[in-house]
């Protein structure tokens, strides 16, 4: 009987269900709830709202992993779909030609009270106030002995503006930079895909090596936390008094558990592996690859084969060795200006016009990027981590913009290697095969590889150059007894 009633219930609650009205389109409270919110006030109103469309479309959901390689001259952005792993470039303006198009200037200008993000020289007025570098004046807060980003009102990481008594960190500065491109990067990506409820993963590029000797990781990630909170209030325009509010909260921000966020800072020289693995070349051998920026030069040695790191365990490819330095081709411009007996800006013009030229001299900072890749490659060979000369063969990358002066690729080419390293073949990175528009965009590859290798979503399980152990010393075979061989 009681069952009976049960099911009687059972069946006519079926029957109101299949009876129910259609559901509605919307998506589902879940999906709202990890959809990207919607755009600030004053943003262009069609980039949130879809078209409208004659029949209801169902949406889905996309996720993007977002590179943003903020560099200290420039900032470029690649983007990879996952539902299809292609990537794409994001064109700050389409209007200019090649390369430049793809570059954002990381600069800062302060005019009348407001501060305008990522204009160029061209922009340039008489009474302005421009912030270049603003990523080497955050790096120098903890390293003084770096100073030298040519901004007058900036020393060690702190920014003095005229007119104000207290001094503002660089890294709100940069706080604010990033907000700002984050902010370009949703309205650009919403107006894309405006059927979709988009899910983004945000990949920072940070100038630290793997054992973050310089203690960077956590102030990186502040800066980028506090900048994916501000991105809703930071145009290309924007009022001054977001300083005290970027201050105040990257002061004050606790960075989330890794499961719980969906910003990431990784190590440039990291990213620039995942390029190569991105790329067509997959041949089982050592690489290195140096990545000279503007304000600092990464290098990588890699073995991209399978080894163990101990006897006993799994087989992985090895990271070896890794550096970061604070040295690139702002250096360079101010060397070049001491030898040429002119300003930096015009050091800088005549550098990147004459680019391929042997004019160019040998600067002290191009012999210090050598010793820097020689010292690199120098710790694999003291810990002995890799003992094959057939492994000791490698073939090099030279990325960067300031890897393109000829002078230092030559260098680096012909530089002398420790422990019997040599260097093979001298390669030019490849962009991926789905990158779209791969074959025009791959003569400025090395510009582009960093972010290209932020937005990998590979997972790349190899050994950190902390865990790849000396190797043993090769077991000596007993000499043979030549009469033994050859008894008489
Ligand atoms: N055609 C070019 N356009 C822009 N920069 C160029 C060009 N050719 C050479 N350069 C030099 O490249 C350097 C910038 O390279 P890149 O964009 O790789 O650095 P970054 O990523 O901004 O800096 P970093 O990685 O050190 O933070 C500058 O020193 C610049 O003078
Ligand atoms: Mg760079």
């Not at 690649?78 to 292609?86: A, C, G, K």
């Not at 200037?105 to 993000?117: C, E, N, Q, V, Y």
């Not at 909260?249 to 800072?265: G, I």
């Not at 790349?460 to 000499?479: E, L, N």
Request: glycine share 6%; aromatic share 8%; proline share 8%.
């Amino acid at each position: 009987m009681l069952r009976s009633g049960i099911l009687k219930r059972l069946l006519s609650f079926l029957r109101r269900w299949l009876d129910r009205p259609p559901a509605a389109t919307s998506p589902s409270a879940e999906t709202e709830a990890r959809r990207l919110p919607t755009m600030p006030t004053g943003a262009p109103a069609a980039q949130v709202s879809a078209l409208p469309s004659p029949r209801p479309i169902k949406r889905q959901e996309r996720t993007l992993v977002v590179g943003i390689d903020f560099g200290t001259s420039t900032t470029k952005v690649i983007w990879q779909d996952l539902s299809d792993n292609h990537f794409e470039v994001i064109q700050w303006r389409p209007s200019n030609d090649g390369l430049s198009s793809f570059l954002l200037p990381s600069t800062i200008l302060l005019r009348g009270g407001s501060m305008h993000f990522g204009l160029s020289e061209a922009d340039a007025d008489g009474d302005d106030l421009w912030l270049h570098s603003i990523k080497l004046c955050v790096l120098c807060r903890r390293k003084p002995s770096i100073c030298r980003c040519g901004n007058t009102v900036a020393r060690h990481g702190m920014i003095g503006l005229p007119g104000s008594e207290q001094p503002i960190p660089a890294s709100s500065f940069a706080c604010l930079f990033l907000a700002h491109v984050f902010q370009e990067v949703e309205r650009r990506l919403l107006t894309q895909f405006p059927d979709d409820d988009l899910v983004l993963i945000w990949n920072v590029g940070c100038p630290m090596d793997h054992l973050d000797v310089g203690d960077l990781r956590s102030e990186w990630e502040k800066m980028t936390g506090a900048a994916i909170e501000l991105r809703r209030r930071v145009p290309s325009k924007a009022d001054m008094s977001l300083l005290a509010d970027a201050t105040r909260l990257v002061n004050a921000f606790v960075v989330a558990a890794p499961s719980e966020r969906s910003y990431f800072v990784q190590p440039e020289g990291l990213a620039a592996v995942k390029a190569f693995l991105e790329s067509p070349h997959a041949e089982s051998k050592t690489y290195a690859i140096v990545d000279v920026g503007a304000g600092t030069t990464e290098v990588s040695f890699f073995f991209n084969g399978k080894a163990m790191a101990e006897p006993g365990q799994p087989f992985r490819p090895c990271y070896l060795a890794d550096s970061t330095d604070a040295v690139g081709g702002v250096k360079i411009d101010q060397e070049l200006a001491q030898a040429w007996c002119c300003r930096v800006e015009e050091a800088k013009r005549r550098k990147e016009k004459e680019l391929e030229s042997s004019s160019i001299p040998m600067v002290p900072s191009i012999q210090d990027i050598c010793l820097q890749y020689q010292r690199t490659c120098g710790e694999i060979v003291k810990e002995n981590k890799l003992t094959s000369p057939h492994d000791k063969r490698f073939d090099l990358f030279v990325i960067g913009g300031g890897g393109r002066l000829r002078p230092l690729q030559s260098a680096l080419q012909y530089q002398q290697m420790p422990g019997g390293f040599v260097r093979e073949c001298l390669q030019q990175l490849k962009p991926p095969r789905s990158l779209k528009h791969g074959a025009q965009l791959q003569a400025h590859y090395d510009f582009l590889a960093i972010a290209c290798g932020l937005a990998s979503s590979l997972d790349w399980d190899y050994y950190p150059p902390k865990d790849v152990h000396p190797m043993p010393a090769p077991r000596m075979m007993p000499k043979p007894d030549v009469e033994e061989l050859y008894p008489k």
